[in-house]
């Protein structure tokens, strides 16, 4: 089945900890986003990547870090600059002109302890 | 991208026809209305899209006022699995753009 795989589904780190989230995608996309989600409230933007060894901040970049090595893979690391990393994180992914709908993951839920 | 308004929760009747508006007044010319919704604890999916014409699917009614001004969609028989939070986006219209979620509807089905 083609789709979006996110690892672990349950985070939990120490304060003070880097932690990286990973996402997986195969359904040949190009582009592939990171969103935080914070009790009560919408999704934000983290960063994103159009293509390969390529990406831009989104709304809420400070104390996180990504790469894109890979067209499938695009983890997340959550750095100990973050000052509130406890949240809700999804990744989703979508194609280029003519496709309109952004693919999402499960999700993976980060407490920092 | 211009942004929405919608209203914070609504309940409805399983059986009946779930109507939730969405007011974009400052949307521009080529962007366009997305509905996604995000059932609890899981990623938001996709529902619908549209420019100016009304738009229908297997999951729902996309209907757009003729000054664009506003939207709503339409669940025409909620069952109980469609309780959910519904945000309406407007976004240009290629899938790499970046999505700017509010904090959506929460609809909720009675039974």
């Known amino acids: 089945d083609g789709g979006i795989t996110q690892s672990p589904k349950y985070l939990f780190r120490k304060e003070g900890q880097n932690v990286t989230l990973s996402c997986e995608q195969n359904l040949n996309h190009d582009a592939m986003y990171w969103y935080r989600q914070d009790p009560g409230q919408g999704l934000r933007l983290i960063y994103y990547?159009?293509?390969?060894?390529?990406?831009q901040k989104g709304d809420i970049a400070e104390g996180y870090s990504v790469s894109r090595e890979k067209k499938e893979s695009f983890p997340l690391t959550v750095t100990s600059a973050q000052k509130n990393p406890t949240a809700f994180y999804l990744c989703a992914s979508s194609g280029l002109a003519g496709s309109y709908e952004q693919f999402f993951g499960p999700g993976t839920r980060l407490t920092v302890l | 991208d211009a942004k929405t308004t919608q209203p914070p929760s609504m309940d409805c009747a399983e059986g009946r026809a779930a109507n939730l508006p969405c007011n974009h007044s400052?949307?521009?010319?080529?962007?366009?209305v997305y509905w996604y919704r995000q059932i609890h604890s899981q990623g938001p999916q996709y529902i619908i899209h549209?420019?100016?014409n009304n738009e229908t699917n297997e999951m729902a009614s996309l209907i757009i006022t003729e000054d664009r001004k506003s939207s709503t969609l339409i669940l025409p028989h909620a069952t109980l699995r469609d309780t959910a939070v519904y945000y309406c986006i407007v976004s240009l219209p290629f899938g790499n753009e970046k999505l700017t979620f509010g904090t959506g509807t929460r609809l909720t089905i009675i039974p």
């Open positions: 549209g420019l100016k």
């Open positions: 400052t949307i521009s010319g080529n962007e366009y």
């Open positions: 990547s159009q293509i390969v060894n390529d990406f």
